[in-house]
Nanobody, 123 residues
Framework: QVQLVESGGGLVQAGGSLRLSCAASGRTFVNYAMGWFRQAPGRERELIAVINRSGGSTYYADSVKGRFTISRDNAKNTVYLQMNSLKPEDTAVYYC????????????????WGQGTQVTVAS
């Protein structure tokens, strides 16, 4: 069982950058693969990035590939999403989530969710 809290969202101009953080509770963070999702009003939730337990394998949705980078610091129980070259279409609530295994993560099978943080990109 794990609790997740996102932070770092806000309002930025198109072309700008933000770094989101997701802090996990407990001492078993290293056991979880982690994912970042986003959801805009009236749209489906979208899986945008995944990282495995060690940080050696990652996955990105085509919509963010080359612009976003997922990373983790297991000593700090934290996963990050560095977002560069932001576009208005990136505007959404961003969620982090945890699951036991990289294969489950890329299949969009998650067990624990944070509450989300709002990212708004102005044109």
């Amino acid at each position: 069982q794990v609790q997740l809290v996102e932070s770092g969202g806000g309002l930025v101009q198109a072309g700008g950058s933000l770094r989101l953080s997701c802090a996990a509770s407990g001492r078993t963070f290293v056991n979880y693969a982690m994912g970042w999702f986003r959801q805009a009003p009236g749209r489906e939730r979208e899986l945008i990035a995944v990282i495995n337990r060690s940080g050696g394998s990652t996955y990105y949705a085509d919509s963010v590939k080359g612009r976003f980078t997922i990373s983790r610091d297991n000593a700090k129980n934290t996963v990050y999403l560095q977002m560069n070259s932001l576009k208005p279409e990136d505007t959404a609530v961003y969620y982090c989530a945890a699951t036991l295994g990289y294969k489950r993560a890329v299949r969009n099978e998650y067990d624990y969710w944070g509450q989300g943080t709002q990212v708004t990109v102005a044109s």
